[in-house]
T-cell receptor, first 113, second 115 residues
Framework: NAGVTQTPKFRVLKTGQSMTLLCAQD?????MYWYRQDPGMGLRLIHY???????AKGEVPDGYNVSRLKKQNFLLGLESAAPSQTSVYFC????????????FGQGTRLTVV | GESVGLHLPTLSVQEGDNSIINCAYS??????FIWYKQESGKGPQFIID?????DKRQGQRVTVLLNKTVKHLSLQIAATQPGDSAVYFC??????????????FGQGTELSVKP
């Protein structure tokens, strides 16, 4: 099993450009999450989904949109990238709301210049 | 507001010694407290969790202690090995049905193991 796969692994964007980060999981998990990690800080939740067709805002949702059209995929979109969105983005999934073991992808390093 | 933080940003130990990583939390309502390990260039990996009605839980070479009186969480690693070198995050999880099992992470402690 591949677990949680994120694409791309690296990306450089110019301010104002848009892009979509893709997360795919093959564990049939209901719950999926997008976090960002900045230097010296822990992970902060951007958006999450409790099932196919559902999304909800996390701690830092501004400037991002998400979609969960298929259970195995969770997309994170940046409509107009800003330098403040330079970060490492992690996708995660978990089996249920009571399961504390989340499985993380390898991360996407995004730089906005 | 809610926060989960760590006392020390870095910890250096000798191979074979025991390591203790500490964490302070502020939200008494969380149901679970969790430790994750993040190796360089990788995503976080689950180590162990503890429910709020427990004060100790043991895993393979790791023990988590929870002191609710002083809102303190610690991770003990026995016989630390070079492969334990990583950043360790504590996290808390409010177990609310419609909250989707969200994790609230602390800042992290970097553990360095000297051979």
């Amino acid at each position: 099993n591949a677990g949680v796969t994120q694409t791309p692994k690296f990306r450089v964007l110019k301010t104002g450009q848009s892009m979509t980060l893709l997360c795919a999981q093959d564990m049939n998990h209901e719950y999926m999450y997008w976090y960002r990690q900045d230097p010296g800080m822990g992970l902060r939740l951007i958006h999450y989904s409790v099932g196919e067709g559902t999304t909800a805002k996390g701690e830092v949702p501004d400037g991002y949109n998400v979609s969960r059209l298929k259970k195995q995929n969770f997309l994170l979109g940046l409509e107009s990238a800003a330098p403040s969105q330079t970060s490492v983005y992690f996708c995660a999934s978990s089996y249920s709301w009571s399961n504390t073991e989340a499985f993380f992808g390898q991360g996407t390093r995004l730089t906005v210049v | 507001g809610e926060s989960v933080g760590l006392h020390l940003p870095t910890l250096s130990v000798q191979e074979g010694d025991n390591s203790i990583i500490n964490c302070a939390y502020s939200n008494s309502a969380s149901d679970y407290f969790i430790w994750y390990k993040q190796e360089s260039g990788k995503g976080p990996q689950f180590i162990i969790d503890i429910r709020s009605n427990m004060d100790k839980r043991q895993g393979q070479r790791v023990t988590v202690l929870l002191n609710k009186t002083v809102k303190h969480l610690s991770l003990q690693i026995a016989a630390t090995q070079p492969g334990d070198s990583a950043v360790y995050f504590c996290a808390e999880a409010p177990q609310i049905y419609n909250q989707g099992g969200k994790l609230i992470f602390g800042q992290g402690t970097e553990l360095s193991v000297k051979p």
